[in-house]
């Protein structure tokens, strides 16, 4: 995009194929013309995975694939109050771990949607888990993209 101008440029010599002007074109999707479709890699390889606790303890909700590493894109987390109760939903390898969310549910059920922007990304080989204390009552979703590439956790915690 140069100005308003936008280019869909051929890969094979760099010609232009068409040039639309952002702000005065309006697109028609005609079935003699050629379509652009961009689909990024959480979009075409995104899922999601819930679990309930009703009980203190830990629930593994997905793991990465070996040596891969897991995009986080959005969590919801809904519950009931429970007295002495919280939840937290964190990136864990067995050795690091690193919290995502911790909510109380002693006053208050616990409703938190999340919608992240930026790159909410674990480490090589590290999981979400759902850790619940006390007699807690929560559901907890996460949507996900695994990415079959991680650093190691001192390189991934040196930059954040």
């Given at each position: ?5 936008v280019?869909l ?5 760099s010609?232009?194929?068409s040039?639309?002007e952002?702000?005065?074109d ?5 079935a ?6 961009v689909?990024d890699?959480?979009r ?9 606790r009703t009980t203190?303890g830990?629930t593994?909700v997905?793991s ?9 894109t959005?969590?919801v987390v809904?519950?009931?109050k ?5 939840v937290e ?5 067995g050795t690091?771990?690193v ?10 059920p616990?409703?938190v949607a999340i919608?992240f922007?930026g ?6 080989d590290?999981?979400?888990d759902?850790?619940?204390v006390g007699?807690?009552?929560a559901?907890?979703?996460?949507c996900?993209?695994k ?5 190691p956790y001192?390189?991934?915690d040196?930059?954040?």
């Amino acid at each position: 995009m140069t100005g308003n101008k936008v280019t869909l440029k051929n890969p094979n010599n760099s010609s232009a194929v068409s040039v639309s002007e952002f702000f005065k074109d309006v697109p028609k999707v005609n079935a003699d013309k050629n379509v652009l479709e961009v689909v990024d890699v959480v979009r075409a390889h995104g899922t999601f995975k819930s679990v309930t606790r009703t009980t203190a303890g830990t629930t593994t909700v997905t793991s990465a694939d070996s040596n891969g590493s897991l995009l986080v894109t959005d969590i919801v987390v809904t519950g009931e109050k429970q007295a002495g109760s919280t939840v937290e939903v964190r990136f864990d390898d067995g050795t690091n771990n690193v919290p995502i969310i911790l909510a109380s549910q002693v006053d208050v059920p616990v409703s938190v949607a999340i919608s992240f922007t930026g790159r909410v990304q674990g480490w090589r080989d590290a999981r979400i888990d759902v850790i619940t204390v006390g007699t807690a009552d929560a559901t907890v979703l996460v949507c996900y993209t695994k990415i079959p590439t991680g650093l190691p956790y001192a390189e991934w915690d040196s930059y954040r």
